[in-house]
């Protein structure tokens, strides 16, 4: 039980600090992106943290494994480098018994990958199709921000407001600018105006920025011949913010019993890779027990990137069969448990590598023997 205890806390506190620094690195160049969106105002500034906090069991569900098979490296590698170990070997700790104590924590791991990609990822997946369906249907109006010069329609405008009202419905000091094809002629429209409010059209439901009190501009560019109207009253359409880029994949967001319902084989595709992730954490487990084991004289960190390697192997063969899957390639059965069973192979084949080779010095000892003996 110490030793139960011991070795789960190495292995726990590593996988936290490696998750951590993973989550943080995947996050930082999603958050980034839900910025970029954000400063052209595709979607509200108010929503990335919920964005964020939204997609992190999506992320979480594949550095989880990676964190787990990183950890048990580091950690047994440190422990064969200090030699606790070789203790733990002379107190009669085989490395099957290692194995038995270090699934105990794969399994609690595995159990908490489980709900993230059979529940909370859903779930999660859910609510930020939610939100991101709600900026769709906001108008770009709703995403002006004062005093910056914004392009809204797609990069067919670029709107500058000086204020706006607390309740966001009126601006003040407003410029506009914007092409008009007019035939093969393209000509620029500015448009400054005191304020502007936003008006709903009921019938056809649509919005509409009505400017008062302002001058409008019509011309081609480098030429002298321009057009000035003066207006109390200008409507403008807002068409909605395009956001169509940022949502997920649909069936990434379908709650895991709505798949068992379904029998489509995207359904069945995803289900299964679902129950798939969970298992991957126990074979790589059972893959990084002897990968960690390490040479004192060679260092720690020596068998760090062929153990890497064959984890992204795995995890690409996953992938990949799941969109040969997809694209009817590759059949249901055996699916992506033949490639777990091809690495759950790997790992009980180097688990007992030694006693591997040393039915091979005895059979070749025993034919030397026959041989000589003829």
């Known amino acids: 039980m110490i030793i139960l205890r011991y070795l789960s806390r190495e292995i726990i506190v590593t996988l936290l600090a490696v998750s951590s620094i993973l989550l943080l690195i995947v996050m930082s160049g999603r958050f980034a992106r839900y910025l970029a969106e954000a400063t052209t105002g595709r979607i509200s500034v108010d929503i990335l943290f919920s964005l964020i906090a939204f997609r992190m069991p999506e992320f979480l569900v594949l550095i989880l494994p990676l964190g787990m098979f990183i950890a048990i490296l580091l950690s047994y590698g440190r ?4 030699s606790e170990m070789v203790v733990l070997s002379a107190c009669g700790i085989s490395q099957r018994q290692i194995l038995g104590l270090t699934l105990i924590t794969a399994l609690f791991v ?23 369906l709600e900026q769709r249907q906001r108008s770009e109006f709703d995403s002006l921000q004062e005093g910056r ?33 007019d035939g093969d002629n393209e000509s620029l429209i500015v448009i400054v105006a005191e304020a502007g409010e936003q008006k709903l059209n009921p019938e ?18 480098g030429g002298a011949d321009y057009s000035v109207m003066r207006f109390k009253t200008y409507g403008q359409h807002m068409p909605p913010a395009d956001s169509s880029l940022l949502f997920s994949n649909k069936i990434d967001a379908k709650p895991t019993m709505q798949l068992f319902a379904d029998n489509d084989l995207e359904s069945k595709v995803t289900l299964q890779w679902r129950f798939s992730l969970p298992l991957l954490v126990i074979i790589v ?34 992938i990949g069969t799941r969109g040969a899957m997809d694209s009817g390639k590759w059949p249901l059965l055996p699916g992506l ?23 091979r010095q005895r059979r070749a000892s025993h034919k030397l023997q026959e041989t000589a003996r003829a």
Not at 152 to 179: C, D, H, M, P
Not at 289 to 316: C, D, E, F, H
Request: positive net charge; glycine residues 6%; proline residues 4%.
């Open 79 to 82: 422990l064969y480098i200090e």
């Open 110 to 132: 595995s159990a908490m990958v489980a709900s993230l990609s059979l529940w909370f990822g859903p779930m999660g997946a859910q609510k930020t199709d939610v939100m991101l």
């Open 285 to 318: 487990a059972m893959l990084a027990v002897p990968l960690s084991k390490t040479n004192p004289r060679q260092g720690r960190y020596l068998k760090m990137l062929p153990a890497l390697i064959i984890y992204l192997v795995y995890l690409g063969a996953l």
């Open 337 to 359: 448990w033949a490639i777990h069973g091809v690495f759950a192979v790997l790992a009980l084949l180097l688990l007992n590598w030694h006693n591997v080779q040393l039915w």
């Open 204 to 221: 056809f439901d649509q919005r509409y920025l009505m400017l008062q009190n302002g001058i409008r501009y019509e011309g081609h560019p």
């Open 149 to 181: 010069f914004q392009s809204l329609g797609k990069g067919q405008a670029i709107t500058y407001v000086e204020s706006l009202s607390s309740n966001r419905k009126v601006l003040n000091q407003v410029f506009v600018a914007q092409t008009a094809n």
